[in-house]
């Protein structure tokens, strides 16, 4: 859990490869239904172009059956961002018999925050993340791991949008994280993502290292 820009994406990309875990985002399964074009694909977009959150009956149907799909082993990344979606998710994965283990809190700055985002760019072939400054690829606007594909901008990175995003990651997700605060028996790891991200990496790998099979 974290602001747009703490590295939640990033992370995840590195630690699913570390410790072989599936990746779920779903702002990146509600950006591929988006790119579909479909009639949910444009209710989702009214919503994330807007900065705003999607609301709760679209996202819990959506994740719901992408968790079904992936079964256990998942890392989640950008759900559940409001109270009401922590609670289904837990209901889902009590029925599962396979509840949560740990979740991986990440701060930034805002100012930082803000260079991130509108530096970032992202592979559409392979979703890899990138960054103009920060994490250029070796050809610049190319992807390193395939052939001749150009990186592309979010719709969502711009500046004004940014703002928006961390306004409702404040109104409405920061409380998801007191939420599960309450419980003793998960695991809270916290994590200063202004860092670099192999110090961040490496601080989250040592920490999750206890739940390897
Ligand atoms: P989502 O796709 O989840 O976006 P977000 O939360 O705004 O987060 P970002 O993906 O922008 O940031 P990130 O933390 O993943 O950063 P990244 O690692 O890429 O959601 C988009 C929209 O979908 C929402 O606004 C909402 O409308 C909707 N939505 C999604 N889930 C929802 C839900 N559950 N409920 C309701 N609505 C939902 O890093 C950013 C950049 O910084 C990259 O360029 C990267 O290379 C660089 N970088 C990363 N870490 C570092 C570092 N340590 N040092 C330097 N650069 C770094
Ligand atoms: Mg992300």
Known sequence: MGPPGAGKGTQAERLVKKFGMKHLSSGDIFRAEKA????????LASYMDAGQLVPDEVVV???????TQAGDNIMLDGFPRTVAQAESLDEQLAEAGS?????VVMTANDDIIIKRITGRRTCP????????????????GYCEDCDDVELTQRSDD?????RQRLEAYRAQTEAVIGYYRDRNLLKIIDVDGNLDAEIVSGE??????????
């Open 99 to 103: 509840p949560l283990d740990a979740v």
């Open 36 to 43: 579909s074009d479909s009639e949910l694909g444009r209710k």
């Open 125 to 140: 072939a392979c979703n890899r993340g990138y960054h103009v400054t920060f994490m250029p690829p070796k050809t610049e």
């Open 204 to 213: 989250v790998i040592q920490a999750l290292a206890s739940f390897e099979a």
């Open 61 to 67: 149907e959506m994740m719901a059956k992408a968790v």
């Open 158 to 162: 711009c500046e004004e949008t940014v």
